[in-house]
């Protein structure tokens, strides 16, 4: 692929530049498939609001208008003025259900306007536009009065707004910070320019594709948030280590070789390392989708697009480019880069400082740093997880404000159980007369609100029937938690339970949560133990070495534990609050430790295929393994480290964003970045590979033969048939 693009250059960048347009127009036109409510269904939760739909007594989307004094108690004539404007305007939207009776608070200060939409819950969010605009149309006309409005579907809404302007944050401030890295490393900005177009342009198609990719696998409005954050960071960095590669050949070349030929060079070591990390990505990212999850699924999804889009750019319009314009980009650092004489790389003494220790100490250097990793790694023994509520979203959205003034003076709306009874109509009377009785028992618990009058609504063929029962607490608080196990494990086996042949199930806030941990704590040892295999097969087949393989899969543990460490002591605690602008809910995001870790094993078989492969050329030379680390670390140290700031750089942007599960992602990815590149690449691999010496390489057939032959004319690329 790459000899063909560099031999025929402006047909691969055209190509390149119609692909981009291809995939983003249409994308256009296809639109994003977003997933519905019932994607999202899990385990007991999940069936309650399948039996409830069955019956068509899903609960409906609401939204709730307060209207309130600027100050003391609210005006009633005021009030009932706008309460009747609010009333008629609402009444006449097509998005409408129904609008109830105002309810005023028990302290007089506002009162309360319920308004149910039509269609389900999730996909409310789309259509709250004119709701919004009518709540502000009666707020403009009454000055005198506040009045503004909440609910899921425009509390959503506010998050979807806030992750888009995130998202333009994060990229005002990529962006520069990574140019600047890479005019560092080159001191060219030809050469720092041509990495992050192509990362922009691979990231442009990816949303594309991901667009198209939605009518299979739904899109649950991550896609496009992890397609940036991957599809930067794989795309200059794959860029970068072609680059690099480019340059030392075009070097030892000394003007002797066609520029084509060069680019071919770097494609058979650099290029196929880049394929081989690029593919351990995609592997281990689709263990993602064993979760069963929508939301894992759309990660999965729209990582696995960046990386391969990333992939193809890297070994077609790059190489085109690079055979156009390759002697142009930074001349004199290209000829520093390598010496051309002796062929032998001049890495400079910051990296060949970095490596000594490992090479010359190699076993105090190891128990240093796996002290260090390990001690790093110890605070992950008390993670906690959590599904973030309503209690974690961003006080800058109004919606949320709003909605923390409600349940202030409605506490009954911080949670509300959804009870949903499955039996054979002939027992409709049965089913009732038992969720009235649970109703009444439910009145005496202080978990719950208290209210007998709860009347169960029965579907039109009386085979459905469903109770919703309040409760005043916040949905993260012990006392709904518990609310929700009396319910399931006392009051609705006394009751519901009783009845012949019924299926009872709950749902709500309080059970989807639940149930949703307890559904990826199910999955999440197949999905590990997937990781782990893949992981391993895929070294083995790239570099022909059990050890090898072994090595890689205990140093990516060690990555992913030392980071998880770090993020139980920064976000789940409270002395970096300040620091890094967030409230800690004393938990960390359920879906964070889970897709950190399967994306860092797969970002991890970055540095280690590049570092490894360096190792292995030497080795394949007929260099002795403890010279061949030397070699191979030193050389590949200044890569690796350029890489990894860049990356660095892109995940630690996140941490400036409002969500706090994106900060906890964005900090978690930025801090195993690190610690890999720095510590586990540099200092703690190359002391292994040290001590074990040939042993490292077992059972490598192609490694026999070198060590066979004094030297080998040519240098076998990552990936050679052994």
């Given at each position: 692929?790459?000899?063909?693009s560099?031999?025929?250059p402006?047909?691969?960048?055209?190509?390149?530049?119609?692909?981009?347009?291809?995939?983003?127009?249409?994308?256009?036109?296809a639109?994003?498939?977003?997933?519905?409510?019932?994607?999202?269904?899990?385990?007991?939760?999940?069936?309650?609001?399948?039996?409830?739909?069955?019956?068509?007594?899903?609960?409906?989307?609401?939204?709730?208008?307060?209207?309130?004094?600027?100050?003391?108690p609210?005006?009633?004539?005021?009030?009932?003025?706008?309460?009747?404007?609010?009333?008629?305007?609402?009444?006449?939207?097509?998005?409408?259900?129904?609008?109830?009776?105002?309810?005023?608070?028990?302290?007089?200060?506002?009162?309360?306007?319920?308004i149910?939409?039509?269609?389900?819950?999730?996909?409310?969010?789309?259509?709250?536009?004119?709701?919004?605009?009518?709540?502000?149309?009666?707020?403009?006309?009454?000055?005198?009065?506040?009045?503004?409005?909440?609910?899921?579907?425009?509390?959503?809404?506010?998050?979807?707004?806030?992750r888009?302007?995130?998202?333009?944050?994060?990229?005002?401030?990529?962006?520069?910070?990574?140019?600047?890295?890479?005019?560092?490393?080159?001191?060219?900005?030809?050469?720092?320019?041509?990495?992050?177009?192509?990362?922009?342009?691979?990231?442009?198609?990816?949303?594309?594709?991901?667009?198209?990719?939605?009518?299979?696998?739904?899109?649950?409005?991550?896609?496009?948030?992890?397609?940036?954050?991957?599809?930067?960071?794989?795309?200059?960095?794959?860029?970068?280590?072609?680059?690099?590669?480019?340059?030392?050949?075009?070097?030892?070349?000394?003007?002797?070789?066609?520029?084509?030929?060069?680019?071919?060079?770097?494609?058979?070591?650099?290029?196929?390392a880049?394929?081989?990390?690029?593919?351990?990505?995609?592997?281990?990212?689709?263990?993602?989708?064993?979760?069963?999850?929508?939301?894992?699924?759309?990660?999965?999804?729209?990582?696995?697009?960046?990386?391969?889009?990333?992939?193809?750019?890297?070994?077609?319009?790059?190489?085109?480019?690079?055979?156009?314009?390759?002697?142009?980009?930074?001349?004199?650092?290209?000829?520093?880069?390598?010496?051309?004489?002796?062929?032998?790389?001049?890495?400079?003494?910051?990296w060949?400082?970095?490596?000594?220790?490992?090479?010359?100490?190699?076993?105090?250097?190891?128990?240093?740093?796996?002290?260090?990793?390990?001690?790093?790694?110890?605070?992950?023994?008390?993670?906690?997880?959590?599904v973030?509520?309503?209690?974690?979203?961003s006080?800058?959205?109004?919606?949320?404000?709003?909605?923390?003034?409600?349940?202030?003076?409605?506490?009954?709306?911080?949670?509300?159980?959804?009870?949903?009874v499955?039996?054979?109509?002939?027992?409709?009377?049965?089913?009732?007369?038992?969720?009235?009785?649970?109703?009444?028992?439910?009145?005496?618990?202080?978990?719950?609100?208290?209210?007998?009058?709860a009347?169960?609504?029965?579907?039109?063929?009386?085979?459905?029937?469903?109770?919703?029962?309040?409760?005043?607490?916040?949905?993260?608080?012990?006392?709904?938690?518990?609310?929700?196990?009396?319910?399931?494990?006392?009051?609705?086996?006394?009751?519901?339970?009783?009845?012949?042949?019924?299926?009872?199930?709950?749902?709500?806030?309080?059970?989807?949560?639940?149930?949703?941990?307890?559904?990826?704590?199910?999955?999440?040892?197949?999905?590990?133990?997937?990781?782990?295999?893949?992981?391993?097969?895929?070294?083995?087949?790239?570099?022909?070495?059990?050890?090898?393989?072994?090595?890689?899969v205990?140093?990516?543990?060690?990555?992913?534990?030392?980071?998880?460490?770090?993020?139980?002591?920064?976000?789940?605690?409270?002395?970096?609050?300040?620091?890094?602008?967030?409230?800690?809910?004393?938990?960390?995001?359920?879906?964070?430790?889970?897709?950190?870790?399967?994306?860092?094993?797969?970002?991890?078989?970055?540095?280690?295929?590049?570092?490894?492969?360096?190792i292995?050329?030497?080795?394949?030379?007929?260099?002795?393994?403890r010279?061949?680390?030397?070699e191979?670390?030193?050389?590949?140290?200044?890569?690796?480290?350029?890489?990894?700031?860049?990356?660095?750089?892109?995940?630690?942007?996140?941490?400036?964003?409002?969500?706090?599960?994106?900060?906890?992602?964005?900090?978690?990815?930025?801090?195993?970045?690190?610690?890999?590149?720095?510590?586990?690449?540099?200092?703690?691999?190359?002391?292994?590979?040290?001590?074990?010496?040939?042993?490292?390489?077992?059972?490598?057939?192609?490694?026999?033969?070198?060590?066979?032959?004094?030297?080998?004319?040519?240098?076998q690329?990552?990936?050679?048939a052994?």
């Amino acid at each position: 692929m790459a000899g063909w693009s560099a031999t025929h250059p402006w047909r691969a960048i055209a190509a390149w530049f119609v692909f981009v347009v291809l995939c983003l127009g249409t994308g256009s036109l296809a639109g994003t498939h977003s997933a519905t409510s019932a994607d999202y269904r899990v385990g007991e939760a999940g069936r309650a609001e399948a039996i409830a739909a069955e019956g068509n007594l899903a609960r409906r989307p609401i939204e709730r208008v307060l209207i309130e004094s600027r100050s003391g108690p609210v005006d009633g004539p005021a009030a009932d003025r706008a309460v009747r404007d609010l009333t008629s305007r609402m009444r006449a939207l097509p998005e409408v259900d129904r609008v109830e009776a105002p309810v005023r608070s028990e302290d007089g200060t506002l009162v309360m306007v319920a308004i149910t939409m039509k269609g389900e819950e999730l996909a409310a969010k789309r259509h709250i536009g004119p709701l919004v605009e009518q709540t502000a149309a009666v707020q403009a006309a009454n000055p005198g009065l506040l009045i503004t409005e909440t609910g899921r579907p425009s509390m959503s809404q506010g998050l979807d707004t806030q992750r888009g302007d995130d998202l333009f944050l994060s990229e005002m401030i990529t962006l520069p910070v990574t140019l600047a890295v890479l005019l560092l490393v080159f001191g060219s900005v030809l050469a720092a320019g041509v990495p992050l177009l192509l990362a922009l342009s691979s990231i442009a198609a990816s949303m594309g594709l991901a667009a198209i990719a939605s009518h299979v696998l739904p899109d649950a409005g991550v896609g496009n948030s992890v397609i940036l954050l991957i599809g930067m960071a794989v795309g200059v960095d794959y860029s970068l280590f072609y680059l690099k590669r480019e340059r030392e050949e075009r070097a030892r070349a000394g003007g002797r070789v066609s520029p084509s030929a060069v680019v071919e060079l770097a494609a058979a070591t650099s290029g196929r390392a880049i394929v081989v990390s690029g593919l351990a990505v995609i592997v281990s990212t689709a263990c993602l989708y064993l979760a069963t999850d929508v939301i894992f699924s759309s990660l999965a999804t729209g990582t696995i697009i960046a990386v391969l889009v990333a992939m193809v750019s890297s070994l077609t319009v790059l190489p085109a480019i690079l055979a156009k314009v390759g002697d142009q980009v930074d001349r004199r650092r290209a000829r520093r880069a390598v010496h051309p004489a002796s062929g032998r790389q001049n890495t400079g003494r910051v990296w060949a400082a970095m490596s000594r220790p490992a090479t010359r100490h190699p076993v105090a250097t190891l128990l240093v740093a796996t002290t260090v990793m390990l001690a790093l790694a110890l605070p992950a023994l008390a993670l906690r997880l959590n599904v973030p509520g309503t209690d974690t979203f961003s006080r800058e959205i109004p919606a949320v404000r709003t909605w923390d003034r409600l349940t202030a003076a409605f506490p009954d709306l911080n949670v509300t159980h959804l009870v949903a009874v499955r039996a054979d109509p002939a027992h409709s009377g049965e089913v009732v007369s038992a969720l009235k009785d649970l109703a009444r028992r439910v009145e005496a618990d202080p978990r719950f609100a208290g209210d007998a009058a709860a009347e169960p609504k029965t579907s039109s063929d009386r085979g459905v029937s469903t109770l919703e029962l309040a409760v005043p607490f916040p949905a993260g608080s012990e006392q709904a938690q518990q609310s929700l196990q009396r319910l399931r494990s006392e009051y609705i086996p006394a009751t519901v339970g009783t009845v012949t042949g019924a299926e009872a199930a709950v749902s709500g806030d309080v059970a989807r949560d639940a149930d949703y941990v307890t559904h990826q704590n199910e999955k999440l040892p197949w999905v590990i133990g997937f990781l782990l295999l893949l992981t391993f097969l895929m070294t083995v087949a790239a570099f022909g070495s059990v050890v090898i393989g072994l090595l890689g899969v205990i140093l990516n543990l060690l990555s992913a534990g030392a980071a998880f460490g770090l993020l139980v002591v920064v976000f789940q605690y409270s002395w970096a609050e300040g620091l890094l602008d967030f409230t800690s809910t004393g938990f960390i995001g359920s879906r964070v430790p889970l897709f950190l870790f399967v994306i860092l094993f797969g970002l991890s078989m970055d540095y280690q295929v590049f570092v490894i492969s360096r190792i292995r050329e030497s080795a394949l030379r007929g260099v002795p393994t403890r010279e061949a680390v030397i070699e191979g670390t030193s050389g590949s140290a200044g890569v690796i480290t350029s890489a990894a700031v860049v990356m660095v750089s892109v995940f630690a942007a996140f941490v400036f964003l409002s969500l706090v599960e994106m900060k906890q992602m964005g900090f978690g990815l930025a801090v195993a970045v690190l610690l890999d590149a720095f510590v586990v690449r540099t200092m703690i691999l190359p002391s292994i590979m040290t001590l074990l010496g040939e042993a490292s390489w077992w059972p490598s057939r192609a490694m026999r033969r070198s060590r066979a032959v004094p030297a080998l004319a040519d240098v076998q690329p990552v990936g050679a048939a052994d």
